[in-house]
């Protein structure tokens, strides 16, 4: 060939395989979705993708954290409701007790459902999710409250909080040990329960008089831990809400980034195989049909 012919040649040649490799490419982003798959597709995106991507696997573990303490504090919010419940159905069959009219048969009766009450507490306090305590402190294997003969309740647990990360080095209590729950500084509940049993079971008035102030202290103590237990939750709702604005802004970031226009890239495509057309157009007017069948 002549040297114009071979610059012709040549020129023609790179702009066939430029317009093969960017079907190729579009071929493949359209296979894919992604515009950026490799290091070698746009170094800086991919190097960005990698760390929005560890940046999205650490949030969805936060938020998962988050939804296990959730169910956690969901299910102590539930225990305690229930809980108030009981110390109320307690304290009226306290304040029918006492009463000069009651009987001492009248008394026993009534210490029978207090005792069916106490036991129901014992499993409140006792209150497991996916088999784990949730009043036993950091002892989550073991049953927090155990009871002995003479109806005495003793606490098994720690007095460590249970807590989950909910970001970098930071960290959210879900749970109250239940010592500071049901044994607290205030009143011990069970014990309170314990004497009231001893008051109805001897026909005790005064005994049994005795019991309702710490029955109401317990009431209060209970109310306590609600509202500590609510703040938990408001927390864990709040930050989990924060993660969820995160982790949408860290996928539509790393969407621009890894995503392929597919309108885009379809006409892309479209104008890459019309040029392929009009470059073998042009070798088959310019050359011999041999020679072109020798670069196809």
């Not at 005994?207 to 029955?215: C, D, K, M, S, V």
């Not at 408001?234 to 989990?240: S, W």
Request: charged share 20%; net charge negative.
């Amino acid at each position: 060939m002549r040297v114009a012919d071979q610059q012709i040649y040549g020129t023609l040649l790179g702009n066939l395989q430029r317009s093969r490799q960017q079907i190729l490419q579009a071929q493949q982003q359209i296979s894919s979705q992604k515009k950026v798959v490799e290091p070698s597709d746009d170094p800086a995106a991919f190097g960005q993708i990698v760390l929005d991507k560890g940046a999205l696997a650490q949030t969805d573990q936060w938020i998962r954290n988050i939804q296990f303490g959730t169910a956690r504090v969901e299910a102590a919010d539930g225990a305690l409701r229930e809980t108030q419940n009981l110390l109320t159905r307690i304290r009226e069959l306290t304040i029918q007790a006492r009463s000069d009219t009651t009987s001492a048969q009248g008394r026993t009766t009534i210490a029978q459902e207090v005792r069916q009450l106490h036991r129901q507490l014992m499993q409140l306090a006792n209150t497991e999710v996916e088999g784990r305590s949730i009043f036993s402190g950091t002892e989550i294997n073991t049953a927090p409250f155990a009871i002995s003969s003479g109806d005495t309740v003793t606490y098994q647990g720690n007095s460590e909080s249970q807590s989950i990360g909910v970001g970098r080095n930071q960290t959210v209590q879900v749970l109250i040990p239940g010592n500071e729950i049901f044994t607290g500084s205030t009143t011990n509940i069970f014990d309170t329960v314990r004497d009231l049993l001893v008051g109805l079971e001897g026909n005790n008035g005064a005994a049994i008089e005795a019991t309702i102030g710490n029955l109401d202290l317990a009431t209060q103590q209970i109310s306590d831990a609600q509202g500590r237990i609510g703040a938990l939750a408001n927390r864990l709702d709040v930050t989990k809400t924060a993660l969820e604005t995160a982790t949408t802004t860290i996928r539509q970031a790393l969407s621009n980034n890894e995503d392929a226009d597919l309108a885009a890239v379809v006409a892309q495509l479209s104008l890459q195989q019309v040029a392929v057309e009009a470059t073998t157009q042009a070798f088959s007017r310019i050359f011999d049909t041999t020679l072109l069948k020798m670069i196809q």
